[in-house]
């Protein structure tokens, strides 16, 4: 029945048995109660990518990132020595939201070598400090080299920048990546360069999102037309070759659809002209470096990793030699925003710029009806009509990531409770 | 007549440059949602045979130093990879079970 190799005690559930087999709440995906403990617990505490290297091209440039779930905006540049660092994107001064574009709720990026509050015209340097107090006579007691901005806790792993809003946080970056997710740090990921981003605003928890994308259980109901008419099956299943758990991340390997090596006719027109679809461009670019952490289930046949590094931030990598990444920010306990990027080794002709536009194009095709989903979802959890849900092998990662989400807010409450706060 | 905006080897697709040589994909997502599918569809059937002889007509030129008229050339290829879509998977302007969703493209090359 299984076109591939289970653990030895039969299911991938069974192999990590502190996951369980009941049914699962999703009451943590409904309840805004719970969405105010995952705030402080999760978005306070986890380390967050917040953006790539890329965004910060040299010396000088800088970036905003809205953390709504933390209640913050976090400010990143590229000081003048090429650090990365993050601030509280917050003046010293009176508390007024620094850098933004438009309106205050708006994100922004640019080049600078001082940031100056728009209120009052104090100024900051890329490495935070204070460098200039209007007035300065006029205040009491301040010493400017103690008003620089709030410093937050900043770390490049791959080149993704991480964030981590704690005041300590209890692990260094790599250590809170683990081994399983660790090991991609040498993966090419600096090679694709070309980037096609993707942004929406759904109405769902963040969770509920994160879910689609964490079992391929929904491809041959939902995803029916990526395959081409003559190659349907009403009755297709699917199956993961691998899947594997690091603490609270969690991974999936594929054998992938090899569309490349797919007879022409079951295919489309267009997807044989261009030479590209929801696998990417079937013309792989060379890379000349090891492809480092991909497929730790060594898959024979193998297509894409996915995965779910805790706690928002997802890389789907590609056999063709491309990746994907989405990152999933809470707004509310039931809507979020989404936000997906593509990155390709540049294309060098307009044969390539073709074939990269019509795999971006496919990845949010087939995108929309996974986000189509996602309001009722959430309407049906919100009517409690069922209070638990049976979760079948293939979703062992939807299963494996609210439990990670419980067990996170758990200790963190707990550890709070012991030093009294 | 002299305001054509396509390489004169492509002047069959001039009827279409017009509405599809679009420069980003919001414009040309509009494009697609305010079109009807027989429109799509005759734009598609007039771009398909043609596609392969303007991949390799653009790709004589560098792609970051192309002529204007390829450069057009090339938007018309993306409009056709767009509309390829609602013409060859989902007979209709949005995927199927899109439902309340949308996507934004906010960056491309």
């Not at chain 1, 790539?52 to 440039?61: A, E, F, K, S």
């Not at chain 1, 991909?294 to 193998?302: A, I, L, S």
């Not at chain 1, 807010?409 to 030093?419: H, I, K, M, S, T």
Request: net charge negative; hydrophobic share 40%; with cysteine.
């Amino acid at each position: 029945m299984t076109s591939f190799p289970r653990p030895a005690e039969g299911t991938w559930t069974a192999h990590y048995p502190d996951l369980g087999t009941g049914p699962v709440s999703f009451e943590d995906s409904i309840s805004p109660q719970f969405y105010e403990r995952e705030r402080e617990a999760i978005f306070r505490k986890a380390w967050l990518n917040v953006g790539r290297i890329d965004d910060l091209p040299r010396n000088g440039t800088w970036f905003t990132k809205d953390i709504v779930a933390a209640r913050t905006s976090v400010l990143v540049t590229r000081d003048l020595d090429g650090e990365v660092r993050a601030f509280h994107n917050v003046c010293r001064h009176r508390g007024n939201k620094l850098v933004w574009a438009g309106t205050p709720a708006q994100e922004a990026c640019g080049v600078a070598r001082e940031f100056a509050c728009k209120y009052h015209g104090w100024r900051y340097g890329l490495d935070g400090g204070c460098t200039y107090v209007h007035q300065a006579d006029e205040f009491f007691d301040i010493e400017k080299d103690e008003l620089g901005l709030a410093a937050v806790h900043c770390e490049v792993w791959a080149g993704f920048i991480f964030v981590n809003l704690a005041r300590t946080p209890r692990q260094a970056l790599r250590e809170y990546l683990g081994p399983m997710v660790g090991a991609l740090e040498d993966y090419p990921f600096d090679a694709m360069t070309e980037r096609y981003s993707f942004r929406a605003e759904n109405n769902s928890n963040w969770k509920v999102f994160i879910d689609a994308f964490q079992e391929y259980y929904h491809v041959p109901p939902l995803h029916t037309h990526q395959l081409g008419p003559s190659f349907r099956d009403p009755k297709a299943t699917f199956e993961a070759a691998h899947y594997q758990l690091d603490g609270p991340h969690r991974m999936v390997s594929t054998s992938g659809s090899h569309k490349h090596l797919f007879p022409e006719e079951h295919l489309y027109p267009s997807e044989v002209l261009l030479r590209s679809g929801n696998m990417g461009p079937w013309d792989a670019p060379a890379i000349d470096r090891p492809l480092a952490g991909v497929n730790p289930g060594q898959v024979k046949r193998w297509g894409i990793d996915n995965f779910q590094i805790f706690p928002n931030l997802e890389i789907l990598i590609y056999e063709r030699n491309w990746y994907l990444s989405y990152r999933f920010w809470p707004t509310s306990h039931n809507t979020h925003v989404f936000e997906a990027d593509l990155w390709f080794t540049p294309a060098t002709n307009a044969r390539e710029r073709l074939a990269r536009e019509y795999a971006a194009v496919t990845v949010k095709e087939y995108a929309l009806q996974d986000a189509g989903t996602l309001d009722g979802t959430q309407l049906g959890l919100e009517s409690r009509a069922f209070t638990s849900h049976p979760l079948n092998d293939q979703e062992i990662l939807v299963r494996h990531f609210h439990k990670s989400v419980a067990d996170w807010v758990a200790a963190d409450e707990g550890l709070r409770a012991e030093v009294g706060r | 007549m002299s305001a054509s905006l396509l390489p004169s080897a492509f002047a069959d697709l001039e009827p279409f440059a017009s509405r599809w040589c679009l420069a980003t994909e919001p414009q040309r997502w509009a494009r697609r949602l305010e079109a009807g599918l027989d429109d799509m569809q005759e734009f598609y059937d007039a771009c398909f045979p043609r596609a392969e002889e303007a991949i390799r007509y653009c790709d004589g030129f560098a792609l970051h130093d192309m002529p204007e008229d390829a450069e057009r050339l090339l938007q018309l290829l993306c409009s056709f990879a767009l509309v390829s879509y609602p013409v060859e998977v989902w007979r209709q302007a949005l995927p199927v079970d899109t439902g309340s969703a949308r996507i934004d493209r906010i960056r491309e090359p």
